[in-house]
């Protein structure tokens, strides 16, 4: 980061913290006083990334907050919808089948192997 101060840096990592510790404040929330599983609410901050994405709000707060907009579940959703619009703007129709698994390849993969490698190490099952 070439000719940033310490100051614009700090601000910077700030923005990042405040922005993706009231996301996950939300879901914290939502968890608490709501009879919502983490799965359902998984699935509600990706499609809601996608919604807002689409509608040009979370493009900003990406610009503002960086890593803090981009690594909740939010910016898995950002991410999705991203890859579609640039595949189809380079491919046509085909581009919303195959941008949004291509923009999301590396999180996807990560997710799986590392997965595969905790159940490896740890004993999975059902909670009893």
Known sequence: MKGMTGLDLFLKCLYAFLVGGFICFIGQVLIDCTKLTPARILV????AGVILTAIGVYEPLVKFAGAGATVPLTGFGYSLATG?????????????????????????????????????????????
Do not use: Q
């Open 44 to 47: 509600t901050y990706v499609v």
């Open 84 to 128: 579609v619009k640039e595949a189809v703007a380079e491919y046509g129709l085909i581009g919303a089948l195959c941008g949004g698994l291509t923009a999301t390849a590396a999180g996807i993969t990560a997710s799986v192997f590392f997965g595969y490698i905790m159940a490896l190490i740890f004993k999975p099952g059902d909670k009893t």
